[in-house]
């Protein structure tokens, strides 16, 4: 059950912001969308995370709707180095202070010249 | 510098054979986890731990067990009894629930890949 809904792969163009949706109707109200990105055959990298606010750091904005269903990630200046596959997860709190981190299949991104 | 080791990154196994993967971190995390990605796929998760000595089945442990005597390492064997252990195989870790300044973002090692031969 892997909770997020993604667009197996998008195109950007270099120098504009890339767009990247994600679904996750089924969120609970104590339930964080958080956003990696993996280049091939390397650990999956950190981007940003939140709960019902948009946040936005040195890398990214992340655009949540209020109710929470969905949700967008925006690389601002996209280069040919964000080109990568960016899972949109679901961080379920479990009992006994456990978190389980769902991973979809990812949205392959492919910033072009 | 801080962070999470897999070794091998590489291995080769015959069919039948157990082989186990480690995982270290300096991180001092509480939590760390073992996922499974396949070509083309997504992570998913195997075992997961919060303490030591304590760990719990994610959505695909069958032919797969763990142990956490240690809070910095959480080796993972692949059994024989795992029907296609042929994958990419990610520890990763985080602060965990309890602490204060929890982002709870995972991190992630460089991945061991596993072949059976």
């Known amino acids: 059950d892997a909770k997020t809904t993604q667009p197996p792969s998008m195109d950007c163009a270099e120098g504009r912001a890339a767009n990247l949706p994600c679904n996750h109707s089924t969120i609970s109200g104590n339930e964080y969308v958080y956003w990696y990105r993996q280049i091939h055959s390397q650990g999956p990298q950190y981007i940003i995370h939140?709960?019902?606010n948009n946040e936005t750091n040195e890398m990214a904005s992340l655009i949540i709707t209020e109710d929470r269903k969905s949700s967008t990630l925006i690389l601002p200046h996209a280069t040919l180095r964000d080109t990568a596959v960016y899972y949109c997860i679901v961080r379920v709190a479990e009992g006994r202070g456990y978190n389980k981190f769902y991973f979809g299949s990812g949205t392959k991104l492919n910033v072009k010249p | 510098d801080g962070g999470i080791t897999q070794s091998p990154k590489y291995l080769f196994r015959k069919e039948g054979q157990n082989v186990t993967l480690s995982c270290e971190q300096n991180?001092?995390?509480?939590?760390m986890y073992w996922y499974r990605q396949d070509p083309g796929q997504g992570l998913r998760l195997i075992y997961y731990s919060q303490i030591v000595n304590d760990f719990q089945k994610g959505d695909i442990a069958e032919g797969y067990s763990v142990s956490r005597e240690k809070k910095e390492s959480f080796p993972l064997t692949v059994t024989s009894a795992q029907k296609n252990p042929t994958a990419f195989y990610l520890c990763a870790s985080s602060i965990g629930q309890g602490s204060i300044s929890n982002t709870g973002e995972l991190f992630f090692g460089e991945g061991s890949r596993l072949t059976v031969l």
């Open positions: 939140g709960l019902k």
């Open positions: 991180l001092n995390h509480d939590a």
